[in-house]
């Protein structure tokens, strides 16, 4: 019960401190982002560093970019300001809650109505699934797959890439939270095509609590001749296998990857 006495009296401190200050500006890979007061204390110095590099290396003007676990938007608006007027970015957050503020972010960085926002979890079907979240406000762990610490259930439209008519796709960002073999098993025929960039965040523990492995999803990988490279460095089979917690992974053409 004190938790979330706690939580409540800090929700009313923030909305009477937000009349006065509804945003703060932070530093992210080197650009400024306003941000709502209460989510700040989510952005550390240094915050997800390669992402950005992903971004900036493969979102050129003109460029799209499907961004898969959304959460605040902050790469979302950084996508779209590498992309410009001409470019677009599809962004995917299936957390009503998550989603909300990630409007309200765009809003405050002067995007609002421009990005694609979508309210599915991506997925290897085009249906509804159960989706597990949190209690804590601003969860980005919030997944397709449950766990002791995300036990929040509800209903979720989902969606396969490959139902969806997209006529350009230069990069995809996938941040999922283990859903990753779902999400590229239902993209195949979108990644063939395209041959877009990717940059997969791998989460092993998730993955292991779906009854699927590693080695599943390296054999997704390599039906689909993406490469999987750490900077510029292809990674082995045994390397990417013996990982037991969250990495990411550029896939695709390591000459690419050189920005």
């Not at 993209?187 to 063939?192: E, N, T």
Request: charged share 20%.
């Amino acid at each position: 019960m004190l938790p979330k006495l706690r939580t409540l009296a800090r929700n009313l401190l923030y909305s009477v401190v937000e009349v006065a200050y509804p945003h703060t500006t932070i530093t992210l890979g080197g650009e400024p982002f306003n941000v709502p007061l209460r989510w700040r204390k989510w952005f550390c110095e240094g915050y997800e560093q390669p992402t950005f590099d992903f971004i900036r290396a493969h979102c050129k003007p003109g460029g799209t970019l499907i961004d898969i676990g959304a959460h605040f938007g902050i790469f979302t608006i950084y996508a779209l300001r590498k992309v410009g007027p001409s470019g677009k970015v599809i962004s995917f957050e299936p957390c009503a809650a998550t989603r909300s503020v990630l409007l309200k972010t765009l809003e405050l960085n002067g995007f609002s109505g421009i990005p694609v926002i979508r309210d599915e979890a991506v997925s290897n079907k085009t249906g509804q699934s159960s989706f597990f979240s949190s209690t804590i406000p601003g969860d980005a762990a919030n997944s397709l797959i449950g766990n002791a610490e995300h036990q929040t259930k509800s209903e979720v439209r989902t969606v396969r890439l490959d139902d969806i008519h997209i006529p350009r796709v230069d990069a995809i960002k996938i941040d999922a939270e283990g859903a990753e073999l779902q999400i590229l098993d239902g993209s195949r025929a979108l990644i063939k095509r395209h041959r877009p960039a990717v940059l997969l965040s791998v989460h092993p523990m998730q993955i292991g609590r779906t009854g699927r492995s590693l080695s599943d999803l390296w054999d997704i990988l390599e039906s689909l001749k993406l490469v999987p490279y750490l900077a510029d460095q292809r990674v082995s089979s045994e390397w990417f296998l013996g990982q037991t917690e969250l990495f990411d992974v550029r896939l695709g053409n390591p000459v690419a990857f050189l920005s």
